[in-house]
């Protein structure tokens, strides 16, 4: 695929997983993720993760009554996270499939979820997972998106993608109004060999 930002080889995440080069997962759910849910009063509705991975957040949000369905490309991704709803006994609607060929989900999601995806889509195809996203969505839906941030002091080999607070603007305004744009700490992750705790954007977006 395209890279117009320079340069950035895309991913092959199978090949991540196959390897278990995977600092993000982490195997408890995200930190921010629940922040928001609080702060937010986000309560449980149809819910769309994207780019779920091993699914630590789809099982964490249908263990709390959310109707979660979930995706990633990676086949291996998928087969464990099925295995963590199975030993949680919850029911999770898991997809192994490209975000990009995402197709009749049924009804728009009131809530949609990424940690760590729209930073490394968008290097390949923004348009694209904008155009899904309004698929998936009405006007009044919120996405919350945990991303790279290129303010991080000490940015690590190995360590997310970074975005700019301005790209993220210009990106999503758009087609979303931004509830929030906050910097947090993604939780720790041992990334080369080193806990490590990358500086994030948490966007909390509202669909026009
Ligand atoms: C940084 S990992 C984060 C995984 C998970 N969200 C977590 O927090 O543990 C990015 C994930 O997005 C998935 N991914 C990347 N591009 C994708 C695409 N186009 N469609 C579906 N999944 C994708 C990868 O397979 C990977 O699991």
């Not at 849910?37 to 959310?66: S, W």
């Not at 009131?110 to 698929?135: I, K, S, T, W």
């Not at 002091?153 to 906050?182: D, K, N, T």
Request: a negative charge.
């Amino acid at each position: 695929m395209n890279d117009p930002q320079g340069g950035v080889p895309p991913v092959d995440w199978e090949e991540r997983y196959r390897t278990g080069q995977t600092p993000w997962d982490t195997g408890r759910p995200s930190s921010e993720l629940q922040r928001v849910l609080k702060e937010y009063q986000i309560g449980p509705c149809r819910t769309l993760e994207l780019g779920c991975g091993t699914g630590t957040n789809a099982v964490f949000l249908a263990e709390r009554g959310f109707e979660v369905t979930a995706c990633d490309v990676s086949e291996q991704a998928i087969s464990l996270a099925r295995q963590r709803a199975d030993r949680a006994n919850v029911a999770v609607q898991f997809l192994t499939c490209d975000l990009l060929e995402l197709t009749d989900l049924g009804e728009p999601f009131p809530f949609v979820f990424d940690r760590g995806v729209y930073h490394a889509v968008r290097r390949e195809n923004l348009a694209g997972m904008l155009a899904v996203l309004q698929r998936v969505t009405v006007p009044g839906s919120l996405w919350l998106t945990l991303a790279g941030n290129a303010n991080d002091p000490e940015p690590r080999e190995g360590g997310p993608p970074q975005v700019r607070a301005e790209e993220i603007c210009r990106e999503l305004e758009p087609l979303f109004a931004i509830v929030q744009l906050r910097e947090f700490r993604f939780d720790a992750a041992c990334i080369d060999g080193q806990e490590s705790r990358p500086l994030g954007w948490s966007v909390l977006a509202r669909r026009r």
